[in-house]
């Protein structure tokens, strides 16, 4: 693999068409100054988020995994004045530097920041009826990826898309033997994707300026 080939080719895309603004660089600067990992999506996986958003007209988004918002911010934006973004992050440092950075963004009216494990919030939206969502991403602990979809499932209706990240981690997934708790989790998730009938769902590779890896689309029936 060229990986500084991609790079290249990620921030010709990401010049064209996602270039970040001020407020985008302060997210991830934030990170750095919070000693928090950089593990965002990269600018064209944010533009890749808005568009796939606007594709699916999404008013009503579900994000598992903030960190600092950088998602967040990018997928707020895709959203018309009265859409509402609610995103969980369990670690209550990471929520309140992506608390900061979504205020610094002036976008504190539209997303909604939940504190808690996924699982636990999730089950809490269903249990309060929450209205469907049309589109949800989840980028936390790989391990529950395929509980935290079938929850969102329920959180969905037809025409739902469903974006979830790192389900290829550099193709360890072909590895049957793997003792990686997060690999197993992805390939746990992976097959359920394939055999769940109530979506059409395909995963697509990702390179680019974060090391290969792939994203799950799927969208409810
Ligand atoms: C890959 S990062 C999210 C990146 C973010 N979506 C972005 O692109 O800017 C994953 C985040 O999920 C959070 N996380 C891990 N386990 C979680 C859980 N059980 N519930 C909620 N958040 C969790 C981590 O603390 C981390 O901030």
């Not at 979504?102 to 249990?127: N, P, T, Y």
Request: charge should be negative.
């Amino acid at each position: 693999m060229d990986q500084q080939l991609f790079e290249k080719v990620d921030q010709y895309i990401s010049d064209l068409v996602a270039p970040e603004d001020q407020v985008l660089q302060e997210t991830i600067q934030s990170l750095d100054e919070a000693a928090m990992p950089q593990i965002s999506v990269t600018p064209t996986q944010g533009k890749f988020l808005q568009v796939m958003l606007l594709m699916c007209k999404a008013k009503r988004v579900l994000e598992l995994g903030t960190l600092g918002a950088y998602s967040t911010i990018w997928m707020a934006r895709a959203i018309p004045a009265d859409g509402k973004v609610i995103t969980v992050e369990f670690d209550p440092h990471y929520a309140s530097i992506a608390k900061q950075n979504i205020a610094k963004a002036g976008l504190s009216h539209q997303i909604d920041l939940r504190v808690g494990k996924a699982m636990d919030v999730l089950q809490e939206l269903i249990a309060h009826k929450e209205e469907a969502f049309d589109f949800v991403f989840i980028d936390a602990d790989k391990q529950p990826y395929a509980e935290y979809f079938e929850l969102a499932l329920q959180l969905s209706h037809p025409g739902t898309v469903i974006i979830c990240d790192n389900v290829i981690r550099e193709g360890k997934v072909l590895d049957k033997n793997t003792t990686d708790e997060r690999v197993k989790g992805v390939q746990r998730f992976n097959q359920l994707l394939a055999s769940n009938t109530r979506v059409e769902a395909t995963i697509m590779q990702t390179v680019g300026a974060k090391e290969y890896d792939g994203m799950a689309i799927a969208v409810m029936k």
